[in-house]
Each structure stands twice: as structure tokens, then as C-alpha cells.
């Protein structure tokens, strides 16, 4: 049962437009999202997060967004650039104090076109 | 201050073998999980340990175990290998009572098996 969904396996943009990442959960219990990123050969770091009581978190060039209603969240990058090309994981959280742990999606593939 | 590191990063198995995997987190991080990465399912969460004692643990066979250490230092094992097995092994770090979005991984150990 996949929790955390990626629908999109692979996405290309074209350097200095919008990379817009898709994710959906299926879990109402989630309370708290984070977007990591993955280079070939390297573990994944984290990029930017967002809890459930907040609908926008922004870090300069990337924007998440939170749909609760919908379960969905997306990883918006502006503008995209050549080192962005990585593959992009979106995890999900549930409060459980002493028990939490990440649920990970599939991971999209973003590739940044020059 | 040091990231989290991983050892062997590469190791070939043929069936039926047992594997040790090793992982060092960062200083004075007290919790270690392990992860499963393969193409098509995202990252799997194996376990959790935080001072010596497993807390949290995802659906996975009896196979695969684990250990941390008095130094939080922690070590996986898999037993009786599969060709299934073959995957790459991430491990994370993080502080004592932290959420999960406050782990660090390191590069992997990626295993084949034969």
C-alpha cells in the first residue's frame, strides 16, 4: 500500500522556466511533508518541508504547496537550473512521539534541459 | 562536523549468503534508521534504533536486523540472501527527539546479489 504517491516518474524543463513536482498521500494522519533530493552515488539531503497547518512554505527558489484537502503537495522550482537536475523524493510524517518515521514516495526525475 | 558515513559502499553477494552493513552517524546523533532503496518503490523504511534499542520498524522479513552500538554507531544485517535483496542501503541520522525530517543520510551502500 503506497502511502506516498509520485505519479510522474520523470519530468524535463527547459532551463529557467517552472519544474513543478506533484505528490499525493493517502494517509489523513500525515501532519508534516519534506521534499528531499537525490544525486547519482550520494544519499538524499533535505530541501524544504511543510506542516499541515500551513498551505505555502517557501526558500528562495523553491515553493511547497499543501492541498489537505485534496492530499496533494508540490514541489514548485523557479527558475530551474542546470544543478536542479537530480531525482526529487516527497516523504510524509505522522505524530507519533518516539515512533514517527518517514513514508517516502517513488521519486520523480527531474532533468533540467540547457 | 562529519556527515553520516557508509561502509562498504559497494559489495557483490551470491544467494543464500549473509550481509553486514555498517553505519556511522553524525556526532551526537543518537538515532539511526535504515532504508531501502530500489528503482520503482522509492525509499523503504527498514528500522529505527535510538540508544542500543530498536524503536520503530517497517515491514520487513525476519532477514533483516540490526544493531546500534554504545557509540550509536549502527550495523544491518541480512540473512540468507535473496536476488531481491539487491538495493541500495541508505542509512540516516538524527538527534535524540527529533522529528524525522531532521535526518541526514549518507551515500548508500549499494549491494548486488548473484
Known amino acids: 500500500d503506497q502511502q506516498v504517491k509520485q505519479n510522474s516518474p520523470s519530468l524535463s524543463v527547459q532551463e529557467g522556466r517552472i519544474s513543478i513536482l506533484n505528490c499525493d498521500y493517502t494517509n489523513s494522519m500525515f501532519d508534516y511533508f519534506l521534499w528531499y533530493k537525490k544525486y547519482p552515488a550520494e544519499g538524499p539531503t533535505f530541501l524544504i518541508s511543510?506542516?499541515?497547518?500551513?498551505d505555502k512554505n517557501e526558500d528562495g527558489r523553491f515553493t511547497v504547496f499543501l492541498n489537505k484537502s485534496a492530499k496533494h503537495l508540490s514541489l514548485h522550482i523557479v527558475p530551474s537550473q542546470p544543478g536542479d537536475s537530480a531525482v526529487y523524493f516527497c516523504?510524509?510524517?505522522?505524530?507519533?512521539?518516539?515512533?514517527?518515521?518517514?513514508?517516502f514516495g517513488t521519486g520523480t526525475r527531474l532533468t533540467i534541459i540547457p | 562536523k562529519a556527515g553520516v558515513t557508509q561502509t562498504p559502499r559497494y559489495l557483490i553477494k551470491t544467494r543464500g549468503q549473509q550481509v553486514t552493513l555498517s553505519c556511522s552517524p553524525i556526532s551526537g546523533h543518537r538515532s539511526v534508521s535504515w532504508y531501502q532503496q530500489t528503482p520503482g518503490q522509492g525509499l523503504q523504511f527498514l528500522f529505527e534504533y535510538f540508544s542500543e534499542t530498536q524503536r520503530n520498524k517497517g515491514n520487513f522479513p525476519g532477514r533483516f536486523s540490526g544493531r546500534q552500538f554504545s557509540n550509536s554507531r549502527s550495523e544491518m544485517n541480512v540473512s540468507t540472501l535473496e536476488l531481491g535483496d539487491s538495493a541500495l542501503y541508505l542509512c540516516a541520522s538524527s538527534l535524540s527527539g527529533s522529528r524525522s525530517y531532521e535526518q541526514y543520510f549518507g551515500p548508500g551502500t549499494r549491494l548486488t546479489v548473484t
Open positions: 516523504a510524509a510524517s505522522a505524530q507519533d512521539f518516539g515512533n514517527e518515521k518517514l513514508t
Open positions: 511543510i506542516s499541515s497547518i500551513k
